[in-house]
């Protein structure tokens, strides 16, 4: 369940265009340190858990960079335990300046199916060491957290409905290239009130999860931010809806248009 959901940060790093310079300079005016996103992940009707995206106060140098070091989590609540329990917790440290990821780090626990990963990443040997392994990536690879934070930043201004973009990551020891189509705008009404937001539909892979390749919807806020206020899914059995709960310390003012009734 937040296996999937983490693939609509991850497909939203399509969105950033590889660059000729060797890491350059990224600007960053989407996020800052301190900032927390809350999500509501339903199974159906089924109120399944929680997940959080948060960008610590940590600024830990690594080989003489600074980083942004992200955390993602995700739990099911006590009912969902029953069905599948998950305890999800990934992390990503980033260079402050290009915005690649140096170090990621992932332990999972998803219906007793254990997963742990270390991995460190070589950008100018185009390789990741993974739990010792060592594997060739693409150049300026993202990983499943650094991927949507590097992908806020990038300028959509350009950008057409119908275009689809491709770009390269690093998920469970393989290179991915993930593909996401702009579909045009829209405005999503949640419990914490009506917002203005860019439409994107994910490709996805047909067959295992999916029936077809349209089958995930996620809606961005038309603002500097760029913070997911919805994602939907129709699964083979049934449909996942995850919906921002709460945030908190956003870089910029959040495309917010109404608030709730009361």
């Given at each position: 369940?937040?296996?999937?959901?983490?693939?609509?940060?991850?497909?939203?790093?399509?969105?950033?265009?590889?660059?000729?310079?060797?890491?350059?300079?990224?600007?960053?005016?989407?996020?800052?340190?301190?900032?927390?996103?809350?999500?509501?992940?339903?199974?159906?009707?089924?109120?399944?858990?929680?997940?959080?995206?948060?960008?610590?106060?940590?600024?830990?140098?690594?080989?003489?960079?600074?980083?942004?070091?992200?955390?993602?989590?995700?739990?099911?609540?006590?009912?969902?335990?029953?069905?599948?329990?998950?305890?999800?917790?990934?992390?990503?440290?980033?260079?402050?300046?290009?915005?690649?990821?140096?170090?990621?780090?992932?332990?999972?626990?998803?219906?007793?199916?254990?997963?742990?990963?270390?991995?460190?990443?070589?950008?100018?040997?185009?390789?990741?060491s993974s739990n010792g392994k060592v594997y060739s990536v693409p150049d300026r690879v993202q990983d499943m957290l650094s991927a949507y934070y590097y992908a806020r930043n990038y300028d959509l201004s350009d950008l057409q409905i119908g275009d689809t973009v491709k770009a390269p990551a690093f998920v469970d020891d393989e290179n991915w290239v993930l593909m996401i189509r702009f579909i045009g705008r829209d405005t999503i009404t949640t419990n914490l009130g009506t917002f203005a937001c860019l439409k994107f539909n994910p490709v996805v892979q047909k067959g295992r999860i999916f029936k077809n390749e349209s089958d995930m919807i996620v809606y961005i806020t038309d603002d500097k931010n760029r913070i997911p206020i919805r994602g939907e899914a129709r699964i083979l059995v049934g449909s996942i809806q995850m919906d921002l709960a709460s945030y908190e310390n956003l870089a910029n003012p959040v495309a917010k248009i109404k608030e709730t009734d009361d």
């Open positions: 369940m937040f296996k999937l959901f983490s693939y609509i940060f991850l497909c939203f790093s399509a969105l950033y265009a590889a660059a000729q310079d060797q890491f350059p300079h990224h600007p960053n005016g989407s996020f800052h340190r301190g900032e927390k996103l809350t999500f509501r992940v339903h199974y159906g009707f089924i109120d399944a858990g929680t997940a959080e995206m948060v960008v610590t106060e940590e600024n830990r140098k690594i080989g003489e960079r600074n980083t942004y070091h992200i955390v993602g989590t995700g739990k099911s609540n006590r009912f969902f335990d029953f069905l599948f329990r998950v305890r999800d917790r990934f992390e990503s440290y980033i260079d402050e300046e290009n915005h690649l990821p140096l170090v990621f780090i992932r332990r999972s626990n998803e219906g007793g199916y254990i997963i742990k990963q270390d991995q460190v990443f070589n950008h100018n040997n185009k390789t990741v």
